[in-house]
C-alpha cells in the first residue's frame, strides 16, 4: 500500500493506492456518516458497504446536475446531517464529483472522504479536490475546490468495471504521462498486455505514479493560477467532443489529445516521432474515438470554456513526451485548427 499525503494551505489529503475498501471504517468518524453512491456500484457492493445510510443516484454524466445535488441535500436534511455529518462517496468520477461538491456546500461544508471505484477516478477524478456539476451543456461549471480527508484507491474493485470504463481511465493515465512523466509513459507502452489484463500489481504502480504526479501539481497550485492549468490537455476538445457526442469522459480527452498533439506538431513543438508515439499509444487502446463536430457545436462549448478569459484561451501544448506548456491563444486559432483537422486540410 502506498500512502500519498497531498499539502494544500488549507487543508491535507491522503491518498491509499492498494488500499483494501473494507478498510475505509478505521478513517471514519464514528457516527454522522453518510455514503453517496450511484446505483450500479450500489448494486455491485453494497452489501459490505460500512453500515451507514446510503443515498444513490443513476449513474453517469447525466447526473452530474444542480438538481441532484438538491435532491441528495434534501435528503441530508431529512436524515439529520448536521454540521459534524461526513459524507462517504463510493464511486467514480461522477460520484466523487458530486459527493465532494455537496460536501463542500451543505451548511456551509461537512468533513469528506472518497473511495474511488473506477480507474478514471482513481488516476485522476478523486484527486486535487475539484468538484462540480454540469451546467446544460458546458462541463464542471459549477463547482468548488475542496480536498477530500482521504481516498481510498483499491485496484481490486476495477475488475468488475466494464471494458469501456476501464479503457475510459486509462486515457486519464496517459494523459499524466504525456504532460509530466516520460517513464511513466514508457511503462505504458511496454506494459499494454499486463494493463488489458488488468494485473493489479502493476495498476497499484501506475495509479500511485498519476496520483503523485498530479499530487505534487495540486501542491504547487491547488487554485489553479498556473501549474495546474498542464493538467487540462487534451480537455479544451475534450470537454466540447463529449458533451456533444455523448462520449465516455476519457474518450473524449483521448480524442482531444489526438487534436492536441496535432496542434502541437503544427507549431512545430515536437517532431514527427513524438506525435505518432503519443498517437500510437492512443491507437494501441483504441481509445480514440470519430468526432466531427459542427462550427456550431464546438464554438458553443469552448467559447464558454473555463479556461478561456475575453478572447484568449489558456491551451496546453506538449513539447515533448514528458513536457506541457501552456499557452494563451486567441480562441478563433482553436476553432480554426480543429476545422483543418477536421477537413483533413492539415
Ligand atoms: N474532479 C476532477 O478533477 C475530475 C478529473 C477528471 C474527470 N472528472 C470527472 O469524472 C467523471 C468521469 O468519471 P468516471 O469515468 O469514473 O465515470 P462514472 O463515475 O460515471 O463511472 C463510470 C461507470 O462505471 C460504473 N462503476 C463505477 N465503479 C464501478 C466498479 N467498480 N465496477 C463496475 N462499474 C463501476 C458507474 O456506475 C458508471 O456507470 C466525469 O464527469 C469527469 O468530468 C473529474
Redesign the pocket.
Known amino acids: 500500500m502506498e500512502k500519498i499525503t497531498i499539502n494544500t494551505p488549507g487543508s491535507r489529503s491522503v491518498i491509499l493506492v492498494g488500499e483494501q475498501w473494507d478498510s475505509v471504517t478505521g478513517w471514519l468518524p464514528k457516527d454522522g456518516v453518510v455514503i453517496i453512491t450511484?446505483?450500479?456500484?450500489r448494486e455491485?457492493?453494497g452489501d459490505k458497504f460500512p453500515d451507514f445510510p446510503v443515498f444513490s443516484f443513476w449513474?453517469?454524466?447525466g447526473s452530474?446536475r444542480l438538481a441532484v445535488i438538491e435532491h441528495l441535500a434534501n435528503q441530508l436534511l431529512e436524515a439529520g446531517v448536521d454540521r459534524n455529518g461526513f459524507l462517504l462517496a463510493i464511486?467514480?468520477?461522477?460520484?466523487?464529483?458530486m459527493a465532494?461538491f455537496l460536501a463542500s456546500i451543505y451548511m456551509r461544508g461537512i468533513r469528506c472522504g472518497y473511495i474511488s471505484?473506477?480507474?478514471?477516478?482513481q488516476v485522476?477524478?478523486?484527486?486535487?479536490?475539484?468538484?462540480?456539476v454540469?451546467l446544460g451543456a458546458t462541463?464542471?461549471m459549477i463547482g468548488t475546490i475542496r480536498q477530500p480527508e482521504f481516498v481510498i484507491c483499491d485496484p481490486a474493485?476495477?475488475?468488475?468495471?466494464?471494458e469501456e470504463?476501464y479503457l475510459?481511465?486509462l486515457a486519464?493515465l496517459i494523459k499524466t504521462a504525456i504532460i509530466g512523466d516520460f517513464e511513466l509513459f514508457e511503462q505504458i507502452e511496454t506494459g499494454f498486455g499486463e494493463i488489458m489484463a488488468r494485473n493489479s500489481g502493476l495498476l497499484c504502480d501506475l495509479i500511485a505514479k498519476s496520483v503523485r504526479f498530479k499530487g505534487s501539481v495540486v501542491s504547487a497550485d491547488e487554485m489553479e493560477t498556473g501549474l495546474r492549468r498542464i493538467?487540462n490537455f487534451g480537455h479544451t476538445y475534450g470537454h466540447a467532443i463529449?458533451l456533444q457526442k455523448k462520449l465516455?469522459?476519457?474518450f473524449a480527452v483521448a480524442a482531444g489529445m489526438e487534436l492536441a498533439t496535432a496542434f502541437s506538431l503544427e507549431r512545430k513543438y515536437i517532431d514527427h516521432r513524438e506525435s505518432e508515439r503519443i498517437i500510437g499509444l492512443l491507437k494501441r487502446f483504441k481509445i480514440i474515438d470519430e468526432h466531427d463536430l459542427t462550427d456550431d457545436q464546438l464554438e458553443k462549448i469552448v467559447v464558454h470554456d473555463k479556461k478561456k478569459t475575453g478572447r484568449d484561451i489558456n491551451f496546453v501544448f506538449t513539447h515533448g513526451i514528458g513536457k506541457a506548456e501552456v499557452e494563451k491563444i486567441p480562441v478563433i486559432e482553436v476553432l480554426d485548427f480543429y476545422k483543418r483537422f477536421r477537413d483533413k486540410k492539415l
Open positions: 450511484d446505483h450500479t456500484v455491485l457492493y449513474p453517469g454524466e452530474k464511486g467514480g468520477g461522477v460520484v466523487c464529483d465532494g471505484t473506477t480507474l478514471l477516478a485522476d477524478a478523486s484527486t486535487g479536490g475539484k468538484n462540480g454540469n462541463k464542471n474493485m476495477l475488475e468488475s468495471l466494464s470504463d475510459s481511465g486519464e493538467l463529449e465516455k469522459h476519457g
